[in-house]
């Protein structure tokens, strides 16, 4: 009687078990089809605390791409023959070409890319010194590529041998990457593309869609297993923008499958519902206080490496896409594409010190912050938090700067790494100046505290910014 008893109450304490996972993941489905934050459930909101808080991140395009100095998986799909023309395959593209885009050159056969693994050797990768360049540039994630639309993993998976173990490296380089990132306190995420111009069941021309239910089942797979190795996975990033919905790639059972593995983790908006974030790329995301956004930006307007005669971008500019984004309420995702040897690009590196260099100073302006009051426009934007308000100024008039005056009394106004700032009111306005030997060359910061928390200030324009 009593072993019944007993199988009784454990069978009841694993059915409520079951009953509340369903529940707790009803919640979290129906918040991943929801944009607005505030239509969100508060278990989600807290989800994002960490991310929209750590303001900066960086990408990692990287594969045996950079073997040849091209761009990841797009070289190969607009390679035709050498004819200027691009391919045609049973895998439509998002987007129309006429001819080659730039940073998709130099285009690559793909029997020659395809191949490419085999000479892939990154004799100098070493994880923990790349996370400590994304920790001293003041980066609080990481994410990186797992899977590109060329279908290479860059994990040792046992679902293809089109895999980082097949190259001569073999070695795991997400599960190497995952744990520096724990070792070093930075935040891990994985892109995972769910377009695959390798696997053979992946067609989206859907002609026979037993294919692509093999294919869903063949993601998943490789989805869990990479949750499953790697517990400090913290954001899953999917990338099929153009094409994709939550049909395709059954979202429901995708995100089943994830949240019962990881309950906490974030994902992007690119699997056919809203979910946490939206990805602008190539392009500071508008302001924004109701979504949270990301944008994702390149130091050469490529993602992945393609040699040393690619323009790279100036510290300034790079810091300034930083601060645009903290400015209208999002995070920047900065990418860098590694070199075949596994080392950052010196050129990049250096751009990335010197805005660590910044953070260290003003970093109180950037991190947990919210943007606003005043619009980031083309020389001064603002973040602010609790009582004040961080002005970002990159350009002074007439050694000033004049913004459009507050509904609240300013108690103080100093430069964040310490100077004076005289500060005037009126006709409506408030006018800074500032020493110059005070001033930040690329960037400085004003901290403006205030009679009443900064929060309840509406968004404004600063005219002729």
């Known amino acids: 009687m009593k072993k019944m008893i007993m199988v009784a109450v454990i069978g009841s304490l694993i059915g409520s078990a079951v009953l509340a996972a369903d529940s707790t993941f009803e919640q979290f489905w129906a918040d991943a089809q929801k944009s607005k934050r505030a239509d969100k459930s508060e278990a989600s909101q807290k989800r994002m605390v960490w991310w929209r808080n750590a303001r900066f991140g960086m990408f990692i395009h990287w594969n045996m791409s950079s073997v040849v100095g091209t761009e990841i998986s797009w070289s190969k799909e607009f390679y035709d023959g050498g004819t200027g023309g691009v391919t045609t395959n049973k895998n439509p593209r998002p987007f129309d070409y006429d001819g080659w885009p730039d940073w998709a050159l130099?285009?690559?056969?793909?029997?020659?890319?395809?191949?490419?693994?085999?000479?892939?050797?990154?004799?100098?990768?070493?994880?923990?010194?790349?996370?400590?360049?994304?920790?001293?540039?003041?980066?609080?994630?990481?994410?990186?590529?797992?899977?590109?639309?060329?279908?290479?993993?860059?994990?040792?998976?046992?679902?293809?041998?089109?895999?980082?173990?097949?190259?001569?490296?073999?070695?795991?380089?997400?599960?190497?990457?995952?744990?520096?990132?724990?070792?070093?306190?930075?935040?891990?995420?994985?892109?995972?593309?769910?377009?695959?111009?390798?696997?053979?069941?992946?067609?989206?021309?859907?002609?026979?869609?037993?294919?692509?239910?093999?294919?869903?089942?063949?993601?998943?797979?490789?989805?869990?297993?990479?949750?499953?190795?790697?517990?400090?996975?913290?954001?899953?990033?999917?990338?099929?923008?153009?094409?994709?919905?939550?049909?395709?790639?059954?979202?429901?059972?995708?995100?089943?499958?994830?949240?019962?593995?990881?309950?906490?983790?974030?994902?992007?908006?690119?699997?056919?519902?809203?979910?946490?974030?939206?990805?602008?790329?190539?392009?500071?995301?508008?302001?924004?206080?109701?979504?949270?956004?990301?944008?994702?930006?390149?130091?050469?307007?490529?993602?992945?490496?393609?040699?040393?005669?690619?323009?790279?971008?100036?510290?300034?500019?790079?810091?300034?896409?930083?601060?645009?984004?903290?400015?209208?309420?999002?995070?920047?995702?900065?990418?860098?594409?590694?070199?075949?040897?596994?080392?950052l690009d010196p050129r990049e590196a250096d751009r990335l010190a010197k805005v660590g260099q910044w953070l260290q100073k003003n970093s109180e302006a950037i991190y947990g912050t919210r943007g606003g009051p005043f619009r980031m426009g083309n020389f001064v934007g603002s973040t602010r938090k609790d009582k004040n308000i961080y002005l970002q100024v990159s350009h002074w008039v007439d050694n000033a700067l004049t913004v459009p005056d507050l509904p609240v009394k300013v108690l103080s106004a100093n430069v964040l790494t310490g100077g004076e700032v005289t500060m005037t009111r009126a006709d409506g306005k408030l006018s800074f100046k500032v020493d110059p030997k005070f001033r930040d060359p690329a960037m400085t910061v004003i901290k403006l505290t205030l009679e009443k928390p900064a929060d309840t200030i509406p968004p404004t324009e600063v005219p002729g910014n």
Not at 252 to 280: Q, T, W, Y
């Open 106 to 343: 130099p285009a690559v056969p793909k029997r020659v890319y395809d191949n490419l693994y085999k000479s892939f050797y990154p004799g100098m990768f070493d994880a923990d010194k790349l996370v400590g360049q994304a920790k001293q540039a003041g980066m609080k994630y990481i994410v990186q590529i797992a899977k590109h639309h060329d279908g290479f993993c860059m994990w040792d998976t046992k679902f293809t041998d089109y895999n980082i173990m097949a190259t001569p490296f073999k070695r795991d380089i997400i599960a190497e990457m995952a744990k520096a990132c724990e070792k070093a306190g930075l935040k891990f995420g994985i892109y995972y593309s769910q377009r695959d111009w390798h696997h053979p069941d992946y067609d989206l021309t859907n002609k026979d869609p037993k294919n692509m239910a093999k294919y869903d089942e063949f993601m998943r797979n490789q989805i869990k297993e990479l949750l499953t190795a790697n517990p400090g996975i913290s954001i899953i990033w999917f990338d099929d923008w153009g094409t994709g919905n939550k049909e395709i790639w059954q979202g429901e059972k995708l995100f089943r499958m994830i949240h019962e593995i990881r309950p906490d983790i974030i994902i992007n908006e690119r699997c056919g519902v809203p979910a946490d974030f939206s990805c602008p790329e190539q392009g500071i995301g508008a302001f924004n206080l109701e979504r949270d956004w990301e944008s994702c930006m390149t130091f050469t307007g490529a993602w992945a490496w393609h040699g040393f005669d690619r323009k790279v971008i100036s510290y300034e500019e790079c810091l300034r896409n930083l601060v645009s984004c903290a400015c209208g309420d999002g995070n920047l995702l900065m990418n860098c594409g590694p070199m075949p040897t596994g080392e």
